[in-house]
């Protein structure tokens, strides 16, 4: 068979910056993918092309029959959610195992019943996306030693690639006429592990003495949307907390960018996509030291115990006052950092592990 015959299929189901983190990922891996021009054919599965939702009792139904349809020699599941009943050869992401540290029924908009169901059924589906894959690719060694920790199986065949900022964040733009900065922002979802009620109990705190501050979430409307609109009742802070929804990434550069800090209080990341968009953009990054992020923003960022309200309070607070030539130096080691990390790369190492599943040299 001729290297051009080769087909790869991508289930790019989830696609764009509403789908977060995993919509990110899969949009720009496709394109610096084609930019790449590869030699063997690849197959994009969209959800213009299917009605199959990712998670859907559909999706474990008749995925694998719509993926083999197109006669793949080796499929790419972007996300761990791998047909149980898909015989063919693969290669599978996995961002994190949010889900084995993440339990209860908080993390759910599932009643108790179907929660335990679901949860089965994730168990089973990443066992079978980990032992039946031929190559695992994850984004940090963070997660790597967490998926060994949980699959001594997945040692030999992990590959990290990480992710990277898109190039538009890297783009200058004019200060606004607001300054000095009077909002701290956090972009991202809403999820219980986010730890977003951390953020605004701290923001609440630090506007008692800075007034005009705010906290402005960017976020996507879903179920946990309306939880946290609910908690920012409950903390009464209406007055200090604005949403936004996701938005351009021309419009969301300047959030970053007009932003006294990035902040995020995750309790757990894969990555930390967010954090190096913001330091691309030009913006402090105030993180929190749990899982992935130390790895990723590595000293260029101010790191802080997510536990720790009065730490985190403090370091809102010498972000608002942080002398600007110091600001300046910091910004330009972290934007200079973030330049380490290309999609270019990721999409270079993708490609090489697709040929050595289909036994061929590297041509990239």
Known sequence: MENRQNKILLDCRFWGPS???????????????????????????????????????????????????????????????????????????????????????????????????????????????V?????????????????????????????????????????????????PYDYFIYVGNAYPHKNIGQLIKAVKIVAVDNPKVKLVIVTGRDWFYRRLRLLITKLKAQGVVKLKDFTSDEDLRRLYQNSAAFVTASLYEGFGLPGLEAMAAGTLVLASRRAALPETYNGAAWFFDPDNLDELVNQMKQALVLDPAKRRRQLQRAQAFCRNYSWKKTAQKTLEVYESCLGLRSSQ
Do not use: C
């Open 19 to 129: 789908h977060t983190g995993l919509g990110r990922y899969t949009q720009e891996l496709v394109t610096a993918m084609q930019k790449l021009k590869p030699r063997f054919e690849l197959v994009f599965l969209t959800a213009k092309m299917t009605k199959i939702k990712p998670y859907s009792f559909s999706e474990q139904r008749d995925l694998s029959g719509l993926i083999q349809s197109f006669k793949p020699d080796l499929t790419h599941f972007l996300h761990f959610n791998v047909p149980l009943n898909f015989p063919g050869p693969f290669v599978v992401t996995i961002h994190d195992l949010i889900k084995h540290h993440s339990r209860g029924l908080a993390t759910t908009t599932h009643w108790p019943g179907t929660y335990w169901l679901k949860r089965l059924g994730y168990h089973l589906v990443m066992k079978k996306a």
């Open 131 to 179: 032992n039946a894959s031929q190559k695992i690719l994850v984004p940090s060694s963070w997660v790597k030693q967490d998926l060994i920790d949980h699959f001594e199986t997945a040692k030999e065949k992990i590959v990290i690639t990480p992710e990277a900022a898109n190039a538009t964040y890297f783009k200058a733009t004019a200060a606004s006429p607001t300054l």
